[in-house]
């Protein structure tokens, strides 16, 4: 009988203990001066995960809320915003847009392609009418990083707004927003925050600020400037996710315990261990550069169904790996590796991932891909973030 189940999917991601703990006290009331205290941790704690000096809001609701929070307070309808569609939730940006009358201009790029910021230039030279630019992080359906800090140097010399969609990104790899100038970060609890699903956060430049005072409010429960105005005063408009807050506060602490920097050096030689994993077995990376520290994307060859690898997985090894998105759902298995998760973790998920590749019918080259997927991930812990 298995003993345990390890989830590595592109979210949720397991909880330290010590979360879990947090979660189960006994739940106390958002307006009494209890909660209060509470709040006030979260904020510093957000600022230095987010690399701001500006409020971090939290909403409750998943991170398509704060998607959605950012574009209703931050653009009037009809104004145009460049929508990076590059995989599944770039879609989203746009998607968003149309509900609420904005005007998408999209951008496609090919699934597992970086957007390249000279075309972004170029749209935004062609239409000095664009007021925003919408893009990923960390593109969750394909496994790629786009350039965000080349795009805040590009949207920071006009009067464009850069709204970056961190909710894999933010706590797994660097994004400073004040350093980098990002206008608007956002992120969801259940991936690198080592939450459960239910929370979202959105953290605004000082210009997206002054912008977002002039854009009339459209929507009654995402209030942005109402937000603000509470949370300076350890406060929500609304009743707040109580016990994923308190879970928050814990989570914050083991962030700063451990250091932030020393979170980038884990998640990077996780990825590198598992890119080198996979290259040995000679299975195809579905990004083959620009790629995220949070999860791979594992291309299937022709014959071999992620739904059967996964199966295998799951059953025989008590490892939850997830499928593609969309078109790509049958033909990418995606292994996740951030949050809390360690070395331990992602070697039973590759091991997993390799014999259910097998009994897919897949060919594995190498007999010793884990080792040297542990030798990548030795190198890349003591040499910290490069090429790998």
Not at 169 to 176: K, W
Not at 270 to 293: N, P
Not at 359 to 364: E, L, N, P
């Amino acid at each position: 009988m298995l003993n345990r189940q390890r989830l590595l999917t592109p979210g949720p991601t397991p909880l330290p203990e010590e979360v879990r703990l947090a979660m189960a006290r006994d739940m106390i009331h958002h307006r009494k001066p209890g909660f209060l205290p509470i709040v006030e941790r979260v904020r510093e704690g957000l600022k230095y995960l987010f690399g701001t000096s500006q409020e971090v809001l939290p909403l409750a609701c998943s991170g398509t809320g704060a998607m959605t929070a950012a574009l209703t307070n931050l653009f009037a309808p009809g104004e145009k915003i460049l929508c990076v569609e590059a995989g599944k939730f770039g879609e989203r940006f746009g998607e968003i847009c149309d509900m609420h009358g904005q005007q998408a201009l999209r951008m496609p790029v090919e699934w597992g392609q970086a957007v390249r910021p000279a075309d972004v230039a170029a749209a935004l030279d062609a239409d000095p009418s664009i007021k925003g630019v919408c893009v990923q992080a960390s593109e969750t359906s394909t496994g790629v990083m786009h350039p965000v800090r080349e795009l805040a140097k590009i949207t920071g010399a006009r009067e464009v707004l850069l709204v970056v969609d961190g909710i894999s990104s933010v706590g797994i790899s660097p994004c400073p927003m004040d350093a980098w100038g990002v206008d608007c970060l956002l992120t969801g609890s259940q991936k690198g925050l080592m939450l459960p699903p239910g929370l979202a956060f959105v953290a605004l430049s000082a210009r997206a600020w002054d912008k977002c005072a002039r854009v009339p409010a459209s929507n009654f429960y995402f209030q942005l400037q109402g937000e603000l105005e509470k949370i300076r005063k350890n406060q929500t408009m609304f009743t707040p996710a109580i016990g994923l807050l308190v879970g928050l506060d814990e989570s914050l602490r083991l962030f700063r315990e451990f250091g932030l920097e020393n979170m980038f050096r884990k998640q990077w030689a996780l990825t590198c261990m598992t890119r080198a994993a996979v290259s040995a077995m000679g299975v195809e990376l579905f990004a083959k550069d620009h790629f995220t520290w949070g999860l791979t994307a594992i291309q299937m060859p022709l014959g071999v169904s992620s739904a059967d690898v996964l199966k295998t997985a799951s059953a025989d090894f008590g490892v939850v790996l997830a499928a593609g998105q969309g078109h790509m759902k049958d033909r990418i298995v995606r292994l996740g590796h951030m949050g809390y998760v360690d070395f331990g973790d992602v070697l039973a998920g590759l091991a997993a991932f390799r014999r259910g590749f097998e009994k897919a019918g897949g060919f594995v080259g190498s007999d010793n891909a884990l080792e040297q997927g542990m030798v990548a991930y030795e190198e890349a812990l003591h040499k910290g973030p490069a090429a790998c």
